[in-house]
DNA sequence: TTGAAAGCGTTACCAC
DNA sequence: GTGGTAACGCTTTCAA
């Protein structure tokens, strides 16, 4: 029953509610026994504050929100659970809000948020223009977007460097002596697939291996996805030992279909896929696939948008993929 | 710069701000000109309510809550994606509060809501007391509890039947001629366990089959676990040519564990899970599981939550799994 | 150390 | 149709 008032408090301690207001913000400057009757009062009386009111004073809320397409997603589910973490260390509110990928669905969950006077908002936008961004971070001073870099407001992005991940794929599979190379992207219109693929193409190209166009195929980043792919690859009629596959979903996908077509992986062929999900642990074979740390970065984040003044000259953060080895590639 | 208040746009508007909230809430009796000019304004100048204040006359929040141990797990994020989809459909603001398995820090979670006047909670518990939870909902008409049943407040619950499920695995493993049969169980203290393998030992007696007790194994109901238990009941040299497990995960540990040591999924031993999380339609073998249909209980469970009066008459609400067939299991 | 009172931005009731 | 105004529960000067 959270009905009791803080006058209701202040009413039968015989205070007023400044008094009791103090207290229970640990205010300075309430004498001893009276700050004690009336903690034992609050609790008694089972008082609880009224958030609404107290935001609606203070012109802001003790929350912060995210902004993703989706929590049933593994990969945003991680993303949520960072920052839930960060909220319940700061005693805040962690506010969810779902946009599709889109730009509009992603600005609605943006000013839903703003709405509640949420101040302190971790970002996830793929669809929303540049120019848009800038100034709704430019009014928005502990807005963070994560897993997108926008130069004017760098120093409030959190972003993976998706590059060094195609080159360290392109290093391993160098390293592996394979030579007959395949992608698998996806076909969404994002940056990330064309970032990661020229980050292949660049590192293969540093080892003096080129990617053979026909053996670039894509489709919607998921296990059908992948699945399709795979047969797309197969038909070109070309040889290939190795694939750099957009991320782990479809690589469990290609490597379905592979193996039903009579290849083993990784005896005939290897591949790495990308953003290292629960998934690929329990892949057989077990995925080696290039970390995506979304959990330190949701953290930096949150901490980032939490934190009061956002330092402008703090350095930047961009957070690199991180190769992790285990049983899908293997020399050639 | 959702800085404009309600009183702006009354006096650029030249009407009182009743007239505006009028407008606001699509309420009557407003001039078919003056809304309309009202309108632009708001616009214009970027209005936005101000929740907070809203909520505190209204005495309530647009917002509906759920409680769930983390929101990382696959199963409880697809639990709170099913609330959100109906959130969204109802235009209200999802608050997500987690609080991992332990009746303290599930009361944290849950009061944490109610001091937001968040009246419409999901709640999923399995520590807290049911007297506890009884008297809570007793003072919270728009509380509902989901995963698990409390007679007293079963109109509230929404629940899946453990029992039939464990029945249903069990009337499967016997069309397949199945007799020498295992069970993983998950080690930990909730009731889910004990339903599972009740049913699963009632469903085998009736078909006059009976379950070794050597055969019945515990551990942490994940990979690692999965992975440990069939180990245990290896170690046991006694033969069986089934097992039901407790959940997905811990039947991907077990496959993977069975393969390791040379037996083979479904040739050698039939495996079925319990979940169906997205995990087993990527497994190798493909899963054979129990539905939890998590999606349809989380939206109803939402709907209830957010419907004005709850029906004390209304049908209880117990889900059955459904058994979905792929390929860890085959007949003898 | 404590109290009185002025808001915070809305909604809703009652006049006009 | 429209306006005035009292709440809602809280924080925070300013006085005492």
Redesign the pocket.
């Known amino acids: 029953m959270s009905?009791?008032?803080?006058?209701?408090?202040?009413r039968a301690?015989?205070?007023?509610?400044?008094?009791?207001?103090?207290v229970?913000?640990n205010?300075?400057?309430?004498?001893?026994?009276?700050?004690e009757r009336i903690q034992h009062l609050i609790s008694t009386m089972g008082?609880?504050?009224?958030?609404?009111?107290?935001s609606?004073?203070?012109?802001k809320a003790a929350t912060i929100g995210v902004v993703i397409p989706d929590v049933a997603d593994p990969f945003f589910a991680a993303l949520a659970n960072g920052i839930d973490q960060i909220a319940r260390e700061n005693k805040v509110q962690l506010l969810i809000s779902t946009g599709q990928v889109s730009a509009e669905s992603e600005m609605k969950a943006i000013t839903s948020l703003m709405q509640q006077r949420c101040e302190s908002i971790v970002i996830h936008s793929k669809k929303i223009p540049d120019e848009t961004l800038i100034a709704l971070f430019n009014d928005n001073p502990k807005f963070v977007l994560i897993d997108r870099y926008i130069e004017a407001i760098s120093h409030r992005c959190i972003w993976l460097d998706n590059h060094i991940g195609g080159q360290k794929a392109a290093d391993y599979f160098s390293e592996l002596n394979h030579s007959n190379i395949a992608c698998v992207n996806s076909n969404l219109d994002i940056d990330d697939p064309k970032e990661r693929l020229a980050g292949f193409q660049r590192g293969l190209a540093s080892h003096g291996l080129t990617l053979n166009d026909k053996l670039i195929t894509y489709a919607s980043p998921s296990l059908q996805g992948g699945e399709q792919a795979a047969q797309d690859l197969l038909k070109q009629n070309t040889p290939f030992s190795a694939i750099f596959v957009y991320n782990d979903a479809m690589a469990i996908g290609v490597i379905s279909t592979l193996e039903d077509k009579g290849l083993s992986v990784p005896n005939d062929v290897s591949v790495i896929g990308f953003d290292d999900v629960l998934l690929s642990r329990y892949s057989r074979p077990k995925l080696t696939t290039l970390r995506y740390p979304i959990d330190s970065m949701a953290k930096n984040a949150a901490l980032l948008a939490l934190s009061a003044n956002i330092n402008p000259t703090a350095q930047s953060s961009s957070y690199s993929p991180e190769l992790v080895i285990r049983e899908s590639t293997q020399a050639l």
């Open positions: 009905k009791a008032t803080i006058k209701d408090i202040a301690a015989n205070v007023s509610v400044a008094t009791v207001s103090r229970v913000n205010g300075p400057k309430v004498g001893a026994k009276t700050r008082y609880q504050p009224n958030i609404n009111a107290r609606l004073v203070m012109k």
